[in-house]
């Protein structure tokens, strides 16, 4: 195999259903040379070509790009606040099967038994297709795999203990939902993205003309922890006046006068789909406090578009004034003219598991190919 191979892998990955002629002039080789790396590829177990829906049309059928029914697998798993679901993923994208279940109000223990429980029923159904799996986790990810989610009391917790083998990747719930928008996604095409996530508190993510900012210790978008919401609550953190703290479904609990709720996400869902004036009075302030935390990081970073995930689409289809109000006042003068637009996450709830499977498969083409 040669780094041609791996390319050509990474177009048919990128490109679903892209046909031969197609990936050689993306690839700049000629046909012949297409032909024969498609070949070895074939022959590989790693690449098929399958015939494209019939057109109408005369003559030979156009042939496309596929995985080959062989073919090496990833899982790619995504841990929230509330439950746990993986997906086996084939090259391009699609997910043959999905297993999953709630977890709310179980320590981190219980969460890595029922998820190596599943890898491993998954592992007896594919066996060693299942080549590599990538996470997606509702905190900071370190270079070395620990996880730490304050809000759920998850602290230095090894998350290689959840898969054996040895391409493994992790990270932020809302960083991998954004490189899956920039890739896939409502982001694609922009040159300064910025994805905020909202489920129990707020993360985020800037993809700087194709590239994520990670920061220097891996933690880079934790804009939920920006001083831009009330001093006088204390995040689980350790800070006060963490701006995801004024935008979640315990910010919504709070100013309706109830405790924490334990499911934060659905229970904001529900706050948001509900007519009754203290609710409404509870999502307008919440959306008032989002789009003035988005014009501050506008201001900032001079992004070019905002991709909202979580229940930020919710909030967004909800009360689009008011976030709109908002984060028009708090812009500087320069940006007015034209904001960056604020779009709703395109991959939805499936954004981080959507990121685990490409980061996976990232990692996995330079060893196949």
Known sequence: MTTRSTELLRVAHARPGVTRAEAARLLGVGTGAATEIVGRLAQASLL??????????????????????????????????????????????????????????????AVTAAVTSAVAALHDTYG???????????????????????????HDIDLTALWPGPVFVAGNDASLAAAAESARGAATGAAVALHLRIEGGLGGAVIDHGKMLVGARGAGGEFGHMPFGDPSIVCPCGARGCWGTAVDGTA??????????????????????SDGPPERAAVREVAAALGRGMAGLVNGLDADLITLGGIGVDLLSAVPDEIDAAYRAGLMKVHRAAPPPIRPAALGDDGPIAGAGEEAWSRLLPELA
């Open 48 to 109: 098929a070509e399958a015939p494209a829906a019939p057109s109408g049309s005369r003559g030979r059928p156009t042939m496309l790009l596929v995985p080959h029914p062989a073919g090496p697998l990833v899982l790619a798993a995504a841990i929230t606040h509330e439950a746990w679901r993986i997906d086996v993923v084939e090259l391009g994208g699609n997910a043959l099967t999905s297993v999953g279940a709630p977890h709310a109000g179980s320590g981190w223990e």
């Open 128 to 154: 060693g297709r299942l080549r590599a799996m990538g996470v997606s986790v509702p905190g900071t990810v370190s270079p070395d795999l620990r996880l730490d989610a304050s809000s759920l009391g998850w």
């Open 252 to 273: 919504m609990a709070r100013l309706r006068g109830r405790p924490a709720p334990p499911d934060p996400v659905t229970y904001a869902r529900r706050v948001i789909a």
